[in-house]
């Protein structure tokens, strides 16, 4: 039996022994200002999100040194001294020296680590980070370094030299750390004898033993069980060793050997108990969700779409899965895992779960296939050369009414919501229906002449998708209904929602049927764009409104025939005016508040809807479309403006720029070009517009509703088509950038509520919150603001100096028209030889006034990003510092009052005068 007093006297006594000199407080200094400088490092501001991910990645090995630090003398200074044996004489069995001694050391790393609390200070100094997943960041830290001391006591006890047991200490900490790296090798020294899977199968257990990957959860606001249980068996193997070397001084002689291999045996049985225990536990995902969203806990949503299956609906979810898959994929498929065995718990027996393990050629591979589930090549890093893997990461669903594919599961993707919006899908009896409208931008397009969009194919996922031909018209009258009057006659669809992409295409007949769909209220979602950058071929904007349409062929003896003018010139007049908005089909919106450093090249062009931006958010928080969005871009969008007049109509802005931004015309940002492929005119876009900001926030998508009698409406228009083009869909799934872009989302979304069924519109929104560095941002605004000052005023010295070589010319040219010496045929001759040299001087004159005016904007732009990383570099300084200031001040306190203690001990004769 433990004795509580005896254990806290050794503890004390070794903790107090820490602290009597200076190289304690040296050791806490160091890991304070080492953590601040791994927590702000220049990531962290490329990221500009306020939380720990750079520290949690850097914290083990910042452990790796710090740990054998504070454990080198726990036993290697009491052999030194000769004051082992005069402890374990004592009144205290060895067990409770070993607690008080470990107790002390674990004291020594908490006073560390709660010094390093200084850069959680820092950190909510700069931004709004998630306390959650910053208790359970530190939690993590604390187990770990716990962990560790374990280790390092161990390293200790063979010596007694304090250096020996650093360097051993050093040795023991790197097993945990270094197997999250060594995986690979022993991969790769493993497979020179053979073998596949059971080799991926060894590389995923071992990465997973790893301290990194049980720090993992814990940085994301989680307290998993079966983390904390590796800590704690970690802990105790390496505790039971301790006691074992400790306890060999009363080994028999002649019996070391048989004794030595009676506790080996019992080690390892402890070793294999604490293995077993975390196998059981990785089938058990126990754990507290700490996040401020709540990210890893089932949500309403899908403990909803569960509690209603009822019998006689039991789904079969057949999940076909690679058994070994690249680093990246490694926590996508054990969250995959893992949410499949939740479904089927929390399903009371209606979900049954078939895990299929696939190999390359195997008849499981051809099974996969002939469901539609087709592997992924994905390429990744092995020994430092790139190779490529056919990854299966799909499910097919399955039940009495209706199958589903979900062919891929990329690391972008929200497993939860595609598993239960795919359970909803095949459960519910009959799915909804959307009506996509035939136009010229052929989204669903089959065969030689393009191919399906992305954005059809995950429609296809929750909802019946069918083509309208607005040729034809799309309202249908109700067989057997009479007129009611002067009213309208009742009609009827074959579809809940109208999609229309590029409506501005239709000809009049065409827009006539959809105006009349329109006009009685039922759901539409517009996407319509002045310049659709996806449409830029080498014929130029060939797709815009405001260009013809294209021709085609069949015409007679070859030629080409003319094809049908767009309805009222692509300007959308009859719909305009049935919304009561106006839209310019040449006008598009540019943003400079652009928060993502990686994208600072981009064109202000490219607007970022961006929550992590200066002022009001630009989603708009009265619809549930755009409320939870957090980032979104869109290229050359154009924009709304409410014409009012309609008291019963709703105008509601779903997304908006900042104030940074203005508005460019047709002429601003584009210009005529010849094109080979195209007979009509073409149009080209000019990289380097005039911009004039107008401080204002403009509309870039709204709801409009009305629902009176006379003027029913329910459309969503969105003024821009880009943001729904295939690249955000497949970067979604891949999950390749470091931004989460919520385009797919808002696409979604509106389909959604159009229809009716908001159920999944929480759940697809559920990420984590943008907490970004507030004060950082705040700082560089004003130089953002500078910059384009910078930009103005040099287009405005390069305007003026042109009107005035222009003024010049034309001066010239009076003079000459003037001059009655002069016949006609002379005055002509003279007039077009001086037109054309002063053109010529014109011409050069304009491109060195754009080298100069290019060359300010290009050094405004340099000391923009010089001054943005002094300020980062300032704040990098400071939050380095200041975390060394409390050891400093509390070392100095304490080792003061020590000395004036002794000093006051000693009677004052016996003081050196």
């Known amino acids: 039996m433990i004795r509580k007093h005896v254990v806290s006297a050794v503890a004390r006594r070794n903790f107090r022994s820490y602290f009597s000199g200076i190289l304690g407080y040296l050791f806490i200094l160091v890991f304070c200002v080492a953590a601040a400088a791994m927590t702000f490092s220049t990531a962290f501001f ?8 750079q520290l949690t990645q850097a914290f083990p ?15 290697a200074d009491e052999r030194k001294l000769g004051t082992d044996e005069l402890l374990f004489t004592m009144p205290a069995t060895e067990a409770e020296v070993l607690a008080g001694k470990y107790l002390a050391v674990v004291g020594v790393y908490g006073v560390a680590l709660l010094f390093s609390l200084v850069n959680v200070v820092v950190l909510f100094l700069l931004g709004s980070p998630d306390i959650g997943a910053v208790f359970a960041s530190y939690v993590g830290y604390f187990l770990a370094g716990a962990a560790l001391l374990s280790a390092g006591m161990l390293a200790s006890a063979f010596s007694s030299s304090a250096t020996v047991g650093f360097v051993m200490g050093v040795v023991l900490c790197c097993v945990p750390v270094m197997l999250y790296y060594a995986t690979d090798l022993i991969e790769w020294v493993l497979g020179l004898f053979g073998g596949t899977s059971e080799l991926y199968s060894l590389r995923n257990a071992l990465a997973s033993l790893s301290l990194q990957q049980q720090l993992l959860d814990f940085s994301v606001g989680i307290l998993p069980l079966n983390g904390v249980i590796w800590f704690v068996s970690f802990t105790a193997v390496m505790l039971y060793l301790n006691l074992v070397v400790i306890s060999r001084r009363r080994w028999s002689e002649g019996r070391e050997k048989s004794m030595g291999l009676q506790f080996a045996v019992r080690a390892l049985s402890v070793a294999i108990t604490s293995g077993s225990l975390l196998y059981i536990l990785s089938f058990m995902p126990t754990r507290a969700d700490l996040s401020a969203e709540n990210l890893y806990t089932l949500s309403a949503a899908t403990r909803s779409t569960l509690g209603q299956l009822q019998s006689g609906q039991a789904i079969t979810v057949q999940a076909f899965i690679s058994p070994e898959v690249p680093a990246d994929y490694v926590e996508t498929r054990r969250q995959l895992l893992g949410l499949l065995r939740e479904f089927e718990r929390s399903s009371g027996g209606f979900v049954v779960v078939r895990e299929v393990a696939v190999e390359p050629f195997s008849q499981e591979a051809e099974q996969a296939r002939a469901l539609g589930i087709e592997p992924v090549r994905l390429q990744y890093e092995r020994d430092g050369k790139r190779e490529e893997a056919e990854v299966f990461l799909g499910a097919f669903l399955q039940s009495p009414s209706d199958e589903l594919v979900i062919p891929f599961f990329g690391k972008g993707l929200p497993i939860e919501y595609e598993l239960t919006r795919s359970l909803r899908t095949v459960s519910s009896a009959e799915r909804l229906r959307v009506g996509v409208l035939q136009t010229d931008a052929q989204v669903m397009t089959d065969g030689a002449g393009g191919g399906r969009w992305e954005i059809i194919r995950e429609l296809e996922k929750q909802y019946k998708v069918i083509s309208v031909n607005p040729a034809q018209p799309i309202l249908k009258p109700v067989a057997g209904a009479a007129d009611e009057g002067e009213g309208r006659p009742e009609t009827t669809v074959d579809f809940d929602v109208l999609l229309a992409i590029m409506p501005s295409s239709l000809t009049q007949m065409q827009m006539e049927n959809f105006l009349d769909y329109v006009r009685t209220g039922r759901p539409t979602l517009v996407f319509d764009d002045p310049c659709p950058f996806v449409f830029q071929t080498q014929a130029g904007l060939a797709m815009a409104p405001r260009m013809p349409k294209p021709g085609g062929g069949g015409g007679m003896f070859g030629g080409q025939q003319q094809p049908e003018p767009k309805a009222d010139n692509g300007q959308l007049t009859g719909l305009l005016t049935a919304l009561n908005v106006r839209w310019d089909n040449g006008a598009v919106v540019y943003d400079r508040s652009n928060p993502h450093s990686q994208f600072q090249t981009l064109p202000p062009e490219y607007v970022f809807v961006s929550r992590s931006g200066k002022g009001a958010s630009p989603f708009g928080s009265e619809s549930v479309v755009s409320s939870g969005l957090q980032d979104m871009v869109m290229l050359y969008p154009g924009t709304l403006i409410d014409r009012a007049g309609r008291s019963e109509q709703e105008f509601v802005p779903l997304l908006e720029t900042s104030e940074e931004s203005g508005v460019l015309d047709w002429d601003d940002y584009t210009s005529a070009s010849f094109s080979p492929f195209s007979m009509s005119p073409s ?16 509309v870039l998508a709204a709801h409009i509703r009305n629902d009176s009698e006379q003027n029913p409406l329910n459309v969503i228009f969105c003024a821009d088509i880009d943001l729904i083009t295939d690249w955000f869909f497949m970067e979604r799934n891949r999950g390749m950038l470091d931004i989460q872009f919520d385009n797919v989302t808002f ?3 509106a389909v959604d509520q159009l229809a009716g069924d908001d159920t999944f519109i929480p759940l697809r929104s559920r990420r984590e919150s943008l907490r970004t560095l507030r004060f950082v941002e705040t700082r560089t605004s004003s130089l953002r603001m500078n910059l384009s000052k910078e930009e ?15 003024k010049k010319l034309r001066d010239a040219m009076e003079e000459i028209e003037s001059d009655t010496s002069l016949d006609s045929r002379s005055r002509d001759v003279q007039l077009a030889q001086l037109e054309e040299k002063l053109n010529r001087q014109l011409e050069v004159q304009r491109r060195e006034l754009e080298r100069d005016v290019n060359g300010r ?14 300020v980062e570099n300032t704040v990098r300084i400071v ?17 003061g009052m020590r000395n004036l203690a002794e000093s006051q001990s000693i009677s004052p004769g016996r003081r050196r005068k």
């Open 747 to 749: 696409v979604l979304n």
């Open 792 to 806: 103005e005023d040099a287009q405005k010295t390069m305007d003026e100096k042109l009107q005035q070589a222009e």
């Open 683 to 698: 149009r080209q876009i000019n990289p380097n517009p005039r911009r004039t900001d107008d401080s204002s926030r403009h």
């Open 879 to 895: 939050a380095c510092v200041a975390p060394a200031i409390l050891p400093i001040c509390f070392g100095m306190l304490f080792l």
């Open 46 to 53: 490329a990221a500009n999100q306020a939380n720990l991910d």
């Open 857 to 870: 904007i290009r050094r405004a732009g340099l000391e923009m990003k010089r001054e943005v990383r002094r």
């Open 61 to 75: 090995w910042l452990l790796l040194f710090v740990i054998p630090a504070i454990t080198m003398t726990a036993w």
